[in-house]
């Protein structure tokens, strides 16, 4: 593997002409455990970002939130803005490592390393995030095709990630399971913004992490509660019905059985908190 400081975006050209798998390197917190473990490929290329400071930035635009790409999660913690406007993410990087990790761990590569049980991604599919890269722009529900897998082609790189701007009053709830309190990978994880009216759901979406080969975002039971008033009868169903949506397997870390029920279960804690 041969490694390549990144100084400015015009050089990834010249790095796809060389017709070798490129590997992205901000905090390093994947991509070096990959590499520890023999997983990345040979004869590739480990392209350094980390001095493009331009992509380490958290503004607000009227078009939404931008996060750079070399934004940590440190600095997401930090952010007043985020607290404030983007409470879910907040949240979600809460959960995320130590604070070593944090400290290097970027949301760019959060994102680009696909894993379903990422903590961040099912906060961005809630918001709508839309992925911005040196060759296009992308909805974050899309970006991924399966576990470890996205639609970034070989020299692409995110350079921010989009939130848009919300007038309406969501309720933000982010639960996940996991073997310990910190220092865990989800075993399953639910995100969730609801709005209600007179005590009826009059906006909801929902994302499911660690319970398919990407996030799942269940917009059968979305619509099914859009319009209903809560209730334990409606809860019941709409348990059922999220089961039905998720695709949870059996591995080392958790049981299918198990995933599909603590969702059910943080459905329900949603609801009824609200």
Known sequence: MDYVKITGLDELDGLEKKGRKIYF??????????????????????????????????????????????????????????????????????????????????????????????????????????????????????????????????????LEIVIPRDEILFRSFYFKSGPRQALAIAKASLAARINTEQDRIKNI?????????????????????????????IINHAKDMLRSEIAPIDDFRSTGTYRSGMIAYFLEKALTQI
């Open 25 to 158: 390197l901000a905090g390093g917190t994947d991509l070096m455990v990959q590499q520890k473990d023999d997983l990345l490929e040979r004869e590739s290329i480990m392209a350094d970002i980390s001095s493009l400071k331009d992509l380490k930035s958290i503004r607000l635009e009227n078009s939404g939130i931008r996060i750079g790409a070399l934004t940590t999660f440190t600095e997401i913690l930090e952010s007043r803005l985020i607290r404030e406007q983007v409470p879910l993410l907040f949240n979600a990087a809460q959960s995320i490592g130590s604070p070593q990790i944090r400290n290097r761990a970027t949301l760019a590569g959060n994102i680009a390393n696909a894993s379903p049980a990422a903590d961040s991604i099912p906060a961005l599919f809630v918001h709508e995030a839309r992925i911005r890269t040196n060759l296009a722009e992308y909805p974050v529900n899309g970006f991924f095709q399966s576990v470890k897998r996205s639609i970034l082609k070989n020299s692409e790189m995110i």
């Open 205 to 233: 979406r929902l994302a499911c992490g660690a319970v398919g080969i990407t996030v799942i975002r269940p917009v059968r039971t979305e619509k099914f509660l859009l319009e209903n008033k809560i209730s334990r009868d």
